[in-house]
């Protein structure tokens, strides 16, 4: 009888266990859709899970027990000794004086990965590339080919915790920091499919249903990335515990897509809701309102202020998220207030005309504070674009139209060295209230061999961006970055933005590819000739013809 | 000449008098002047067309001459960046020293010191066509009925001086006219009967460019002051002699390379030696190799540099050897050997070569393929910077146009090498045996 009941009550908290409240033993899964209406009628859609375990010793300590944290990564991270890991696939440019503020810090064209790895500079390359592989095969990209050639180690630009680059600059880590960047690297269903894979719910229930392949990849912009870091307290000290961040952010303009004055999420998306998911503790969409033109109904569960503007948060485990329908009213153009532009941009383009045997680079970073502004700029290019550092040129231009040269209070330069690593410079400086400045410097272009152009030759070689980053202390104008933190941390006074410039093709003069034989042919012909004829004068002498004239 | 002296001079009995030695060291020292005046005026006074134009002009400047990569090497060592830690830098830090020096002084200085430079091998250049010169009238076996003129020192610096090759790569500021002067030194000090100083002047030369490590061969040979014209046969005092070279070179050259692999890491090593034997940058200039080894395919890569270098370097002996009766002869064939085929070639190489000839005007009238050469040397200058603008500023060419130009350009190189080498042959045969000057020889 005992035995019975004693069955009963274990079959009862077996079950019980199984089937979970959404706080399975330490982890943690919230997500959370931000949906915010752009000024040129596009609508930014910014999608976030988030699994935090706390209960181990960081990543370290070896995992035996995954739940809802996602195995894959969890084993790659533990063996390549990976203390924090920041990959983000992205296509389509973050237009910031249109858009403002980009909800996430990966704004660069192509692949990226930001990886801390335990361990001495030496000791941590093979298990970098270990760890490229290796995310290689999950994500089914072609990250394998991030090698020395394409792998930077920025000392200034990344020094605060790149999973969570909200928080207050943590002090110096014990692993080596690398930053790998593929610039002509695209993102498509194949790239989403694992990715969904690692949500708990996946794309069966609640926000990861809205994920629709098609409607994802048509868009303006597009950026998909998991990071992978410790907890961190209000102070910055890493506690125990992991946090695994997905995200996905995109920009649809729904008029593509037939749907003009009125529309709810699931039409947008073309995918329905049908369930909450049941793992997850919190479970929102935000709405970010512009100050008038649109209207959303229903009604939500509670208004706060996100970035100094009206947002409606929404609990998905209450309400279909397929059926909040925004409606909009021709406005006059009132709403010009409503959208801030960032109080940092920058642009780069190459100078040089497009052949070329030489070119530079010029970068324009605004600053619109009213006051200084102290910036990290960082810019990697790779070996075959040969930079002079001694050509770097600083000038500021207020709006007066004084120009005023700059120094950098900081320069750390590390020279390309051929088919070994990239040239990288990172600055620090502070830039002048309410000015332009501009940051050039020249580069010759390098002349490759036969085998190292790409099969279109001609194209050229996308150049990955330059990013520039700054403290952001700001109550109103805030980032929505750090906006977007303070939904899971504490209150934030300060946290750092990240601004990526657009990328530039570099063509390299091209030998001609139809004939390697012929040339071999001319050249050796010619020493053949050189060395005949030295050989002739050396080893023969004038003799006299014997024959009488 | 009046007819009076050409028939003294031809029997062999006149002196030419004092005074014309005198006027003649005039003339060279109006002629050095006015050509470093020209070139100063040009630096300074059209500074910006020549930036424009001239140095970014790849026939004139290399990666291991390139006075932009040495600013360059110049800011990283000022900023504390290990110079050879990276590609961009390949030159000496000798070099690094004097320009460290030189920049913190007005640009004006810098362009005193290249011009400085350049008349200081043309001075040297007269003084060897001098000596050579002091040296014939001094009972050098003449070709009966010759007209027995060598080429006055002024003409010979005349000629340096305004080739605008040399006026080209003063102005574009290529570090080669340093690597020339080191070797007009050991030159100069050579034919002056001194081979120690000599050896020690072509170890600078060596560390500067790799290849003048070719002229040991020659310098080895050269007689020294004391001894008659006449080639000493003893073998022993000629393996002395080539010992005594060999020693002096490997002890100049190693306690300079050992002290900058000290200061900078073997990476020094494999920024400027490595780096030229193994061709590391593939930026065109007017050489075979670039272009070859953008296309060779990887397997073949190593076999095929060494093939290229030991083509350069392995006729330092032989050629020395052929022509021991005359090791400056012999020097110019072998600085004529690596303005053709040395891994980052210049237009600058050629003008050494070039400014070295006159001194042997006695060959011209038995060279047989003038015509060619110096039309396809003319063909080779002239056409290779329209090419490179066809192909990289216009992109209306292709690589082949600009590396046809350079084929005939070496190919130009390699004729005149040849023709000269032959022509001294043939006078060397009208020296020994004079009755053969009217009859038909061939080579056998």
């Keep these: ?549 | 000449m009046s007819p009076q002296k050409r028939k003294a001079v031809a029997a062999g009995k006149a002196s030419p008098p004092l005074t014309n030695a005198q006027d003649d060291n005039g003339r060279v020292v109006w002629v050095v002047a006015l050509g470093c005046a020209v070139r100063l005026c040009i630096l300074v006074l059209f500074s910006d067309i020549v930036a424009r134009y001239l140095s970014d002009q790849v026939e004139l400047s290399t990666p291991v001459t390139s006075y932009k990569r040495l600013r360059e090497g110049l800011f990283l060592s000022a900023n504390q960046i290990p110079p050879f830690d990276g590609g961009i830098f390949h030159q000496s830090p000798l070099l690094l020293l004097m320009f460290g020096v030189l920049h913190r002084l007005p640009e004006f200085f810098t362009d005193l010191v290249y011009v400085a430079a350049d008349g200081l091998v043309a001075l040297m250049l007269a003084r060897i066509a001098a000596s050579r010169r002091a040296r014939d009238k001094n009972g050098s076996p003449l070709v009966p009925g010759e007209i027995a003129f060598s080429c006055g020192p002024s003409i010979v610096a005349t000629l340096y001086l305004f080739n605008p090759l040399t006026l080209g790569t003063v102005l574009a500021k290529s570090t080669i006219v340093f690597s020339h002067l080191a070797i007009a030194a050991a030159l100069c000090a050579a034919v002056d009967g001194r081979p120690v100083v000599a050896t020690v002047w072509s170890a600078v030369a060596t560390h500067l460019s790799v290849y003048p490590a070719m002229l040991l061969a020659p310098i080895a040979l050269v007689p020294p002051a004391s001894a008659a014209y006449e080639q000493n046969r003893r073998s022993g005092r000629l393996a002395k002699r080539i010992a005594t070279t060999v020693a002096v070179f490997a002890l100049a050259f190693g306690a300079m390379h050992f002290l900058f692999v000290a200061f900078y890491g073997i990476q020094y090593f494999t920024a400027t030696f490595d780096f030229v034997l193994r061709v590391a940058d593939l930026q065109p200039n007017v050489g075979l190799f670039w272009y070859f080894f953008i296309e060779i395919f990887d397997e073949f890569r190593m076999f095929f540099f060494v093939v290229f270098q030991l083509t350069a370097l392995a006729f330092a002996v032989p050629v020395a050897w052929r022509f021991r009766s005359d090791p400056l002869f012999a020097a110019t064939i072998l600085i004529g050997i690596i303005s053709a085929l040395k891994s980052y070639p210049s237009w600058g190489d050629l003008s050494l070569f070039l400014g070295l000839l006159p001194i042997f005007e006695e060959l011209f009238k038995y060279m047989q393929y003038t015509f060619l050469s110096t039309n396809l040397l003319l063909y080779g200058i002239g056409l290779a910077p329209v090419f490179w603008h066809l192909w990289i500023e216009q992109g209306s060419g292709n690589a082949n146009f600009f590396y046809a130009a350079t084929l005939v350009y070496v190919f130009g190189q390699i004729t005149l090498l040849f023709d000269l080498g032959s022509a001294m042959l043939r006078r060397e045969l009208d020296i020994h045996h004079p009755e053969t000057r009217t009859r038909p020889v061939i080579q056998d």
């Design chain 1, 1 to 549: 009888m005992l035995w019975q009941i004693a069955l009963t009550a274990g079959c009862y908290l077996l079950v019980r266990t199984a089937l979970g409240t959404g706080i399975d033993g330490d982890e943690i899964f919230s997500e959370n859709l931000l949906v915010k209406p752009l000024r040129d009628g596009k609508t930014l859609l910014h999608f976030e899970f988030e699994i935090k375990q706390t209960s181990t010793i960081g990543i370290q300590a070896s995992q035996h027990h995954y739940h809802l944290f996602p195995r894959q990564i969890g084993e790659i991270a533990l063996q390549n000794n990976v203390e924090e890991l920041y990959l983000s696939f992205t296509q389509g440019n973050w237009r910031q004086d249109a858009w403002g503020y980009p909800p996430t810090s990966s704004q660069g064209v192509g692949a990226e990965i930001i990886a801390r790895i335990n361990g001495t500079e030496q000791a941590s390359l093979g298990k970098w590339k270990g760890l490229t592989n290796a995310l290689s095969g999950v994500f089914c990209a072609s990250l394998n080919f991030i090698s020395d050639e394409n792998t930077s180690k920025p000392r200034l630009m990344f020094n605060v915790s790149a999973s969570n680059s909200g928080d207050i600059n943590v002090p110096a880590h014990h692993g080596t920091l690398r930053h790998g960047f593929l610039p002509r690297e695209s993102v498509c269903t194949e790239n989403l499919t694992p990715w969904i894979k690692q949500l708990p719910c996946q794309a069966k229930s609640g926000l990861g249903a809205l994920l629709n392949p098609y409607r994802l990849y048509n868009m303006h912009f597009h950026s998909m990335g998991i990071s992978l870091g410790p907890v961190m307290d209000a102070i910055g000290d890493e506690q125990e515990g992991l946090v695994y961040k997905q995200h996905i952010t995109v920009v649809l303009d729904p008029r593509t897509f037939g749907l003009d004055k009125s529309w709810a999420l699931g039409e947008l998306m073309e995918r329905d809701v049908e369930a909450a998911c049941p793992v997850s503790s919190k479970s929102t969409v935000q709405v970010v309102l512009p100050e008038a033109g649109v209207q959303v109904f229903p009604e939500p569960a509670r208004r706060e202020t996100l970035v100094g503007q009206n947002t409606y948060v929404y609990d998905i485990q209450k309400q279909d998220a397929a059926s909040i329908r925004f409606e909009f009213s021709t406005t006059d153009e009132k709403e010009t207030q409503a959208q801030l532009l960032p109080v940092v941009t920058a642009h780069r383009h190459v100078n040089g005309h497009g052949g070329g045997s030489s070119g530079g680079v010029e970068t324009e970073i605004i600053n619109r504070s009213n006051k200084p502004m102290g910036i990290t700029y960082f810019d990697s290019l790779p070996w075959y674009l040969r930079v002079y550092l001694h050509t770097l040129a600083i000038e500021a231009t207020d709006s007066d139209g004084r120009i005023t040269k700059l120094r950098p209070t900081n320069t750390m330069f590390t020279p390309a060295i051929d088919r070994g690593r990239p040239s990288s410079i990172e600055l620090t400086m502070t830039l002048p209230a309410n000015t332009r400045t501009a940051l050039r410097y020249s580069f010759d272009k390098g002349f490759i061999k036969y085998s190292e152009h790409p099969p279109d030759a001609n194209r050229g070689f996308n150049i990955g961006p330059a990013i520039i980053s700054y403290r952001s202390n700001a109550d109103v104008n805030r980032p929505l970055v750090c906006a977007l933190q303070n939904t899971w941390s504490r209150q934030q006074s300060e946290c750092v933005v990240r601004v990526y410039t657009e990328l530039f093709l570099a063509s390299l003069p091209t030998p001609d590819f139809s004939m390697p034989y012929n040339v071999i042919t001319f050249t050796c012909t010619i020493l053949a000739l050189f060395f005949g004829r030295i050989f002739n004068l050396l080893t023969r002498d004038f003799a006299v013809l014997k024959d009488s004239d």
